[in-house]
Antibody
Framework: QVQLVQSGAEVKKPGASVKVSCKAS????????INWVRQATGQGPEWMGW????????GYAQKFQGRVTMTRNISISTAYVELSSLRSEDTAVYYC??????????????WGQGTPVTVSS | DIQMTQSPASLSASVGDRVTITCRAS??????LNWYQQKPGKAPKLLIY???SLLSGVPSRFSGRGSGTDLTLTISSLQPEDFATYYC?????????FGQGTKVELK
């Protein structure tokens, strides 16, 4: 079955960087974009950006421009998101999700299990 | 960016009740709307895309309607496993944005 499995929880100090991984299985990794979404406690999800695993092309939400980098390793079907200059407001659960688009109808399915990231001094 | 506003923020209902959640967009999004269900400690799960297309395997008691700025998710007969938080997400234009959620609780 299609599955996205993420790396484990992280605790970082303000100003540091964090890198979260997302390993895909059950489908052709290069055929679908990987999106990253984060969710702070009690809040709605917040979309961060997308990456095309085949070309490496990326698109980031303006809020994260300059601080986020999305990459991949095709040989192990794994996508990564790295967020730098962390601050307390970046404390959230970070999710990867496969982007699907049929005839222009875009949606996120499935999602990884989530990676909690805590930023604290 | 397109803002998505859900109402109500929370509701209390009983098993068997009919429940409707509304998602209002800050501009017309045609039918470019997805609905997700999230249970505590779990990732969101897609239920409906393109406003009314039910994902394979999702029970038929879930339905979505509408187009433009006001769209709805209805659960025709609430089941115990439906108590969760529901989010809408517009896919009309990037950046994709989500509503703040509607928590469906047991009365």
């Amino acid at each position: 079955q299609v599955q996205l499995v993420q790396s484990g929880a992280e605790v970082k100090k303000p100003g540091a960087s964090v890198k979260v991984s997302c390993k895909a299985s059950g489908y052709s990794f290069i055929s679908y974009d990987i999106n990253w979404v984060r969710q702070a406690t009690g809040q709605g999800p917040e979309w961060m950006g997308w990456m095309n695993p085949n070309s490496g092309d990326t698109g980031y939400a303006q809020k994260f421009q300059g601080r986020v980098t999305m990459t991949r390793n095709i040989s192990i079907s794994t996508a990564y998101v790295e967020l730098s200059s962390l601050r307390s407001e970046d404390t959230a659960v970070y999710y990867c999700a496969r982007g699907q688009s049929d005839n222009g109808w875009f949606r996120l399915d499935p999602w990884g299990q989530g990676t909690p990231v805590t930023v604290s001094s | 960016d397109i803002q998505m506003t859900q109402s109500p923020a929370s509701l209390s209902a009983s098993v068997g009740d009919r429940v409707t959640i509304t998602c209002r967009a800050s501009q017309s999004i045609s039918s470019y709307l997805n609905w997700y269900q999230q249970k505590p400690g779990k990732a969101p799960k897609l239920l409906i895309y393109a406003a009314s297309s039910l994902l394979s395997g999702v029970p038929s008691r879930f339905s979505g309607r509408g187009s433009g700025t006001d769209l709805t998710l209805t659960i025709s007969s609430l089941q115990p496993e439906d108590f969760a938080t529901y989010y809408c997400q517009q896919s009309y234009s990037s950046p994709w944005t989500f509503g703040q959620g509607t928590k469906v609780e047991l009365k």
